[in-house]
Antibody
Framework: EVQLVESGGGLVQPGGSLRLSCAAS????????MSWVRQAPGKGLEWVSA????????YYADSVKGRFTISRDNSKNTLYLQMNSLRAEDTAVYYC???????????????????WGQGTLVTVSS | DIQMTQSPSSLSASVGDRVTITCRAS??????LNWYQQKPGKAPKLLIY???SLQSGVPSRFSGSGSGTDFTLTISSLQPEDFATYYC????????FGQGTKLEIK
């Protein structure tokens, strides 16, 4: 059974830092790209960042580029999100998600989030 | 960024109703479209991927269609557990989500 368990959320002051973790089990972690998606209170979903299975490729939303760093430790089956220079608008529940791919008839690879963690709340406030 | 627009933003329906939710992309995204269901306080759950493929374990009353810029999620006969918020998401370029459609009991 695939399980994703986030941790590390909490209350932090504006300008502060926080590191989120996502412990994965039930699948071969190093074979899959992973992502972080967040949801501000009462709002919709926003993709934040993604990382390839090897960790060699990383991707960021413009809203967090230069402030957040995604990484992974495949020996520990754990995904991370280092968040620096936090702002009030970063307040959200942060979900980690496993990325899967569907290959159509002409071999286009269509990515989707097939498993999600339960989320961890980050509150940025003074 | 590709903008995803869902309609309606909210919808009231009864158990047994057939419901359709629409998602429109600001540019063509082929079939790079996924649908998720989210209940209050819970993580999103994948329903449909690649526009029309049903995720394993999802009831067959859920179906998806469309290609290019216009997509639909259809629930053929609403069940009590289907009242939730639904999101579309494109993965053609830097993933973006629709604003959500809240499905409520009439």
């Amino acid at each position: 059974e695939v399980q994703l368990v986030e941790s590390g959320g909490g209350l932090v002051q504006p300008g502060g830092s926080l590191r989120l973790s996502c412990a994965a089990s039930g699948f071969t972690f190093s074979s899959y790209a992973m992502s972080w998606v967040r949801q501000a209170p009462g709002k919709g979903l926003e993709w934040v960042s993604a990382i390839s299975g090897s960790g060699g490729s990383t991707y960021y939303a413009d809203s967090v580029k230069g402030r957040f760093t995604i990484s992974r430790d495949n020996s520990k089956n754990t995904l991370y999100l280092q968040m620096n220079s936090l702002r009030a608008e970063d307040t959200a529940v942060y979900y980690c998600a496993k990325i899967a791919y569907y290959y159509d008839r002409i071999r286009n690879s269509i990515a989707y989030f097939d498993y999600w963690g339960q989320g961890t709340l980050v509150t940025v406030s003074s | 960024d590709i903008q995803m627009t869902q309609s309606p933003s909210s919808l009231s329906a009864s158990v047994g109703d057939r419901v359709t939710i629409t998602c429109r992309a600001s540019q063509s995204i082929s079939s790079y479209l996924n649908w998720y269901q989210q209940k209050p306080g819970k993580a999103p759950k994948l329903l449909i991927y690649a526009a029309s493929s049903l995720q394993s374990g999802v009831p067959s009353r859920f179906s998806g269609s469309g290609s290019g810029t216009d997509f639909t999620l259809t629930i053929s006969s609403l069940q009590p557990e289907d009242f939730a918020t639904y999101y579309c998401q494109q993965s053609y370029a830097r993933e973006t989500f629709g604003q959500g459609t809240k499905l409520e009991i009439k």
